[in-house]
């Protein structure tokens, strides 16, 4: 993949007359992992683009009334005006079928902006993501997506004998690609269909993703700036 060193250059403003027009979407796919969810959330909501609106959009595999409820109590009150500051956050259910790849196509499809910012219900991303991801794609118009950085943290018990989970979340680190951490233009998703909904388990969609999008739509670069932490759950 090329790479990318972002620039201290300050972030593109939106749209002139429509102030609410999200800049960037973030999708976050989830089913039935409220604290973990909520986890992530603190951290999408936080990001902070300068004044700039984004939107982030929760799809719920699950139709888990736990979770409508927990992502309700985070919307923004449109009638307060200090709220009217914050993202706009959306809580939305597939129509049909299940999976990530089913999920994160019903988000992204739903997502007012050109650029959609892709993460998982188990990361936490860092301060500057967003902001680092989207110098990164307009500083690249012929890049169809990026992949951010991965940093899977381990407690020091664990990092000489990780277990098998860990060692597999561990291996997000060195991906190429990997929907914990992408950004990709709405149009280069038009272009290959989005994720292949055959896919209905959360392995290999977004690896397929990739080449497709290489194939079709434009490079797809990286950004090591653009940094979510993605901690090993804890095994019961």
Request: include cysteine.
């Amino acid at each position: 993949m090329d790479s990318f060193a972002a620039s201290p250059t300050s972030l593109f403003e939106p749209l002139a007359g429509e102030p609410r027009t999200p800049v960037v979407s973030v999708v976050i796919p989830t089913r039935a992992r409220q604290a973990l969810l909520r986890r992530c959330l603190d951290a999408v909501l936080a990001q902070q683009l300068g004044g700039a609106p984004f939107e982030v959009i929760v799809v719920d595999d699950g139709h888990d009334s736990e979770t409508l409820r927990m992502v309700r109590g985070l919307q923004r009150d449109p009638n307060d005006a200090e709220a009217r500051a914050k993202p706009d956050l959306v809580y939305l259910r597939p129509v049909g079928g299940q999976g990530p790849a089913v999920a994160r196509n019903r988000g992204w499809r739903a997502a007012r902006a050109e650029l959609i910012a892709f993460t998982d219900d188990g990361t936490v991303p860092q301060p500057g993501w967003l902001e680092q991801g989207l110098r990164a794609m307009a500083a690249a118009p012929q890049w169809s997506a990026l992949c951010g950085r991965v940093v899977v943290p381990l407690t020091p018990q664990h990092r000489h004998r990780p277990t098998d989970d860990e060692l597999m979340t561990l291996g997000l680190q060195d991906a190429e690609f990997v929907t914990a951490n992408a950004f990709v233009r709405r149009s280069a998703l038009e272009q290959v269909n989005g994720f292949d909904e055959r896919f209905t388990r959360p392995w290999r969609e977004d690896s397929d993703l990739q080449v497709r999008l290489a194939q079709q739509a434009g490079p797809v670069g990286s950004c090591a700036d653009a940094v979510v932490l993605h901690p090993v759950r804890q095994e019961h």
